[in-house]
């Protein structure tokens, strides 16, 4: 019974989440605070693992 209700709000967050964000309420690209090539790959890791960086974009082609 208390999972039914966890497993509700969550699906429920999920789906207000994703509305927000395809509806463009959220700015999801202001959080970006770094961007590396795929080959600096651990760079993003390492930056992560240090707390140095809220969101990392990986780029494949750059």
Do not use: P, Y
């Amino acid at each position: 019974m208390a999972t039914e209700r966890i497993s509700h709000r969550v699906v429920t967050d999920i789906s207000t989440s994703t509305s927000v964000m395809n509806e463009k309420e959220l700015n999801l690209d202001g959080f970006i605070t770094h961007e590396v090539n795929f080959q600096d790959i651990n760079k993003a890791f390492d930056l992560l693992e240090a707390d140095k960086t809220l969101r990392c974009s990986i780029w494949m082609d750059k």
